[in-house]
């Protein structure tokens, strides 16, 4: 799956690097989708670290795709989730008896990354030390600063809040404590005057 | 000093009004007839007599409404009020800061009593009379920050400094020009001014972040930023845009000198001492414009300044649709005359409109 | 307010004091005491900040930082240890061998930077020498206020352990000495192996102490947000330079045993200042025009300004060559 190339933005909007071995006591890995591949590419830089690592994967749309080759891997722990949201009591139990030393990598969907690394960020590893790879969808989570509520999978500007139902448009500014881009409501001053819904990044 | 406290609202009715006093010391920020963005810091140590400079929090005849709008935007949405909970130390350092301030240079209006850790603060405009712990959170309502800051006019962000950075750990945020703390809360400084155009690419951000970093304890700074608000709204937040944001369409040429408002920011900048965090009192004046234009040198320069402003600085102000209205309205002040270098009315000097 | 921005004097607001106590705690170590002068209380401070203290000496005037060690709830008292270095500029010489019981001496406001990052769920400190004063005052700072703590601290021998024994004897169970004449060092990877997520280190002790805690840390995979150090640099002395200083236009030396700042002040340039060891960015100067090579010694100066020649510190950095031109 080709790496998506996403377009220079503001400050606070995220930039995703590429995963590489990193000296530590333990290797937690979270990803979901076609961010196995990312693993996939770690462990070819570095077999031997898999077998202090703990795999969290949903697999998603990708099915049984990736399962085999991850298992291949040998790591010490492979934990493969129905979703994100089911996974995440294990992420917890697993970060909150963690130690200094342990590495964090995050692979996938921004919306995965995002949420997986305020859990390690939550339990003490400051997030310019967590480790992530952009592959797969490029959907967005997003929250209406309106009502607060969180809108997944967000492909389209302007999108409709599924809380509220108002009309937002999709800004770049982005929060790391919410795990999400912000959105707005695009016809306050005029309202009723929404523009025809355009993909992402098109 | 006594203060004539104003009963006024910034909604509904907008009956919120400046007296001849407001108008005359309103902070004007434009010191000459153009405005590019700077690093426009000085040392905040006093002003002019009767200045919104003199005091370190200045108390105005707004205060007592401010302060009831606040408390009516906090039932509302209770996420205006934020801090992260390693900022605990940094709100008792601000409250501290606020009460010894405010019962040095206001003593009529405000009394802090203290012996040892017991303190007794009373706030005779807002009828309080308190006593407390301080340090201990159990004998506060609420949280230090979010204490006494429903008792200061304008909104104060809190940064906690680590690692040569700044990050916005907590603050009270209710008559913020267009930003949202809720989404904000933990960002650095340059990922909160993210949406901010031109500066960045200016350098404008490194550099403040530099000075802003190596402010110490005793030598506050201070400079002024301004935007545009239709309605003397104190609360233009994200979170309330989908209801005011039409608002800005409701401008005719009949009632734009009554409606359309001069936003000024006089921020602040402390460094506080048991948390070494940064504090970022944001305080909002408004002026409306025909207020505004009965000072001729700003009625001039106003023009001026709005009409060769950048697009881009217009559109992130949010009145690049207005501009045109208000530069109808604003060229009948303006005769083209010399205006003086400096903010201050000048009306000794500056003649007046000879139109 | 005015056109352009004030400017601001140069070092941090400063305190009349009286020296209040002088103690001596070991052969080369000795603590000052200090009151307010106008009998106010002092400003509350954050650990881990230190104050610089201005001493005349025989016309010329010494500004030296000190790590302020007393509890940082008491305003009634600050107080410093100055370690005695018979090798070094003077200015702890001059502490051990002026100053006087009742001198009144000028301080700076607290500054502070070496903070505790209160985000940290523990907190472990690592102390060579005199690099225990700043720990005195953070660990005062969190019994008072609740916090995971543990001292480790590296002493030459047990004449010279300053503070070491009123330590123990207070927390027995979270202090740790070792003294370097009976062989014991700190086991650094066993400590730093199994440490909950979320812990923090700070080191203050000698350059060579300090590089071995940053590299054993990224060795184990500590992300280095969570390991602290401070170091004082002293401005190490150098071959004799000329600077022009175009904004004040008069051409200075720099004597050998000088800073490029401590030269510029001693010729009436009002320069900027704050930490004067290199690290807190305030006397950053802009270079006009060189020809020759830059000593940098700063901690300020990323990689590429360092490179460019545009830029220097000078309270710590010298310069070898025949033309260095600055903005000041």
């Given at each position: 799956m080709s790496k998506f190339k996403f377009p220079e933005s503001i400050r606070s909007r995220p930039v995703y690097g590429t995963l590489k071995p990193r000296p530590g006591k333990g290797h937690l890995m979270i990803a979901d989708a076609e961010g196995a591949e990312a693993l996939l590419d770690l462990a070819a830089q570095d077999t031997g670290m898999f077998r202090k690592a703990h795999i969290i994967f949903i697999p998603k749309a990708t099915g049984d795709t990736y399962v085999d080759r991850l298992r291949a891997l040998e790591p010490a722990q492979f934990y493969i989730g129905p979703s994100y949201e089911a996974s995440v009591p294990r992420i917890r139990r697993v970060l909150s008896d963690a130690h200094m030393g342990l590495q964090v990598y995050l692979a996938g969907t921004e919306g995965l990354m995002g949420q997986a690394q305020n859990e390690a960020m939550n339990a003490g590893?400051?997030?310019?030390a967590i480790q992530t790879e952009h592959r797969g969808s490029v959907a967005r989570r997003m929250q209406c600063v309106h009502c607060k509520g969180i809108t997944e999978d967000v492909m389209t500007d302007p999108f409709v809040c599924s809380h509220c139902g108002l009309n937002l448009f999709v800004r770049d500014h982005y929060s790391r404590r919410l795990a999400a881009f912000q959105g707005v409501c695009i016809d306050a001053e005029d309202p009723g005057n929404v523009p025809e819904p355009v993909e992402l990044y098109k | 000093m006594t203060i004539q406290f104003n009963k006024e609202t910034f909604r509904d009715d907008y009956s919120f009004r400046n007296s001849d006093r407001a108008i005359k010391r309103f902070p004007f920020p434009f010191h000459e007839d153009s405005y590019m963005y700077s690093v426009n810091m000085e040392q905040h140590r006093g002003g002019p007599a009767?200045?919104?400079?003199?005091?370190?929090f200045d108390v105005d005849e707004h205060y007592v409404s401010e302060m009831e709008d606040r408390a009516l935007v906090l039932a509302e949405d209770p996420l205006r009020c934020q801090s992260l909970p390693h900022m605990t130390l940094a709100g008792w350092d601000t409250l501290e800061l606020i009460m010894v301030s405010k019962s040095e240079d206001y003593p009529d209006l405000f009394e802090l009593h203290r012996d040892g850790d017991n303190w007794r603060w009373i706030n005779k405009p807002m009828g309080i009379d308190h006593s407390f712990t301080f340090l201990d959170e159990t004998t506060l309502p609420c949280g230090p920050l979010e204490y006494i800051t429903r008792q200061a006019q304008g909104d104060f962000a809190v940064l906690d400094q680590r690692g040569d950075m700044l990050y916005m750990d907590a603050g009270m945020v209710t008559t913020q020009a267009d930003w949202s703390l809720d989404f904000d809360i933990g960002m650095d400084f340059f990922e909160w001014h993210a949406p901010v155009p031109l500066a960045h690419e200016m350098g404008i951000f490194k550099r403040a972040l530099k000075f802003l970093l190596n402010i110490q304890q005793g030598a506050p700074a201070r400079r002024l930023n301004w935007t545009m608000t239709v309605n003397p709204l104190l609360d233009t937040s994200p979170e309330n845009y989908h209801k005011w944001g039409v608002q800005k369409t409701t401008l005719t040429p009949e009632n734009i000198g009554a409606k359309q408002h001069l936003r000024v920011e006089l921020q602040t900048f402390y460094r506080l001492p048991r948390s070494n965090a940064l504090l970022f009192p944001i305080r909002c004046y408004l002026i409306a414009f025909q207020d505004l234009v009965t000072i001729p040198k700003w009625g001039r320069r106003l023009h001026r300044v709005i009409r060769d402003l950048p697009e881009e600085l217009a559109t992130y102000k949010g009145f690049i649709d207005n501009r045109p209205m208000m530069l109808d309205y604003l060229s009948q002040f303006d005769d083209g005359l010399p205006t003086s270098p400096g903010v201050w009315p000048d009306l000794d000097t500056e003649p007046p409109l000879q139109k | 307010m005015s056109a352009a921005p004030q400017k601001a004097k140069a070092g941090a607001e400063k305190i009349e004091v009286v020296v209040s106590a002088i103690v001596p705690l070991n052969d080369l170590v000795t603590r000052f005491e200090f009151t307010r002068r106008d009998g106010l209380p002092f400003p509350p401070f954050s650990a881990g900040a230190h104050t610089v203290v201005e001493m005349q000496d025989e016309g010329r005037t010494r500004l030296n930082p000190y790590s302020l060690m007393s509890d940082p709830a008491d305003q009634s008292v600050y107080a410093i240890s100055v370690r005695r270095d018979?090798?070094?500029?003077?200015g702890s010489l001059y502490m051990h061998r002026n100053v006087k019981l009742g001198d009144v001496m000028t301080i700076t406001f607290p500054v502070n930077l070496f903070p505790l990052d209160l985000r940290g769920r523990k907190h472990v400190f690592l102390a060579g020498g005199i690099g225990i004063t700043p720990f005195m005052a953070m660990i005062a700072h969190l019994e008072r206020m609740g916090g995971a703590w543990e001292l480790h601290y590296a002493c030459r021998s047990k004449a010279l352990g300053s503070y070491a024994d009123e330590l123990t004897r207070r927390y027995p169970n979270k202090v740790h000495v070792y003294y370097d004449d009976q062989d014991q060092a700190i086991a650094l990877a066993d400590l730093l192996d199994g440490q909950p997520l979320g812990t923090h280190v700070y080191v203050c002790g000698p350059a060579g102490m300090i590089k071995w805690v940053h590299d054993t840390a990224a060795v184990h995979g500590w992300p280095d947000e969570n390991v602290h150090s401070e170091e004082f640099l002293a401005p190490q002395p150098g071959k004799p330079f000329e600077v022009r200083l175009c904004k004040s236009d008069i051409t200075i030396q720099v004597g050998e045993h000088e800073s490029l700042l401590e030269a510029m002040e001693r010729c009436g340039v009002d320069a900027p200042f704050l930490c004067r060891g290199g690290a807190c960015g305030q006397c950053e100067t802009d270079v006009v025009e060189a020809e020759g090579e830059f000593v940098h010694r700063d901690h300020w100066l990323d990689e590429d300004d360092h490179a460019s020649g545009k830029k220097i510190m000078p309270c710590v950095s010298r310069f070898v060559g025949t033309t260095l031109v600055l903005d000041r």
């Open positions: 590893i400051p997030h310019t | 009767g200045s919104v400079f003199e005091m370190r | 018979d090798e070094g500029r003077g």
